[in-house]
């Protein structure tokens, strides 16, 4: 049976290696990332006095960009931990997924909320479970059950290691969030590469690096995933 623990120094260290030597890209990503997601919802507000139809149909809009780009950014980091830099271009890619992504969505919340009903506890934990969907469905392009379940066999035996390593990435983002704002900069992008990689550990992929990450400076690929057949 495949070992599924990851360690959690090993991911943070691959996300915050890749973060300095991408910098600049990452950067850039960000504020792109903000102001796709944003444009449409400040242009709902300056239209929704006089035009509360339009105003409508732009939030809505906005929403299922919102989606797009988040999954954009798995993407992105997705394929830093396959070695290869991403690209701008990778945040509008996942138009496709949209439908897939957003009825997980509501079985993912649907599930929270009845274990939450059942003490608290349950929907705690089922939380956790099925908290990888989104890189299955954005990886392997799977339909929401398939992407659910495929998410509950990846997270069995390390529930509570995700959630301390889900918290423990939450605190250095504050972290960079106290530095005046600028240290997310560097803090999101290296958090959200570090949960990529040990969600490639955790979904069968043994993840072997070599000395550096993909960088602006490194040609060729920096590790390598060894999928099991």
Not at 54 to 79: P, Y
Not at 80 to 107: N, T
Not at 182 to 200: D, I, K, N, S, W
Request: aromatic content about 10%; overall charge neutral; proline content about 3%.
């Amino acid at each position: 049976m495949r070992d599924k623990r990851f360690s959690m120094g090993e991911a943070i260290s691959f996300g915050w290696e890749t973060m300095k030597a991408n910098v600049g890209f990452f950067i850039g990503l960000l504020i792109v990332a903000f102001l796709v997601e944003n444009v449409l919802s400040i242009m709902s507000g300056f239209v929704e006095g006089d035009f509360p139809a339009i105003a409508a149909l732009l939030s809505l809009a906005g929403a299922v960009v919102g989606i797009v780009v988040q999954m954009g950014l798995i993407k992105v980091s997705l394929k830093f931990c396959d070695g290869i830099k991403g690209k701008l271009d990778d945040l509008l890619s996942s138009f496709h997924l949209v439908l897939k992504y957003v009825a997980a969505a509501i079985l993912y919340g649907l599930i929270v909320l009845v274990g939450l009903l059942l003490l608290i506890v349950p929907g705690v934990i089922w939380g956790i479970k099925y908290s990888l969907f989104p890189y299955f469905i954005v990886d392997h392009e799977l339909g929401p059950i398939a992407a659910l379940k495929a998410s509950g066999e990846a997270t069995n035996g390390v529930k509570w290691d995700l959630c301390l390593f889900g918290g423990l990435l939450g605190l250095i983002n504050i972290a960079g969030a106290l530095a005046l704002l600028v240290g997310l900069f560097a803090t999101v992008p290296a958090t959200m590469v570090a949960y990529a990689h040990a969600y490639r550990t955790l979904a069968g992929g043994a993840v072997t690096q070599s000395a550096e990450p993909a960088g602006d400076a490194v040609k060729g690929n920096a590790m390598y995933i060894k999928m099991e057949a």
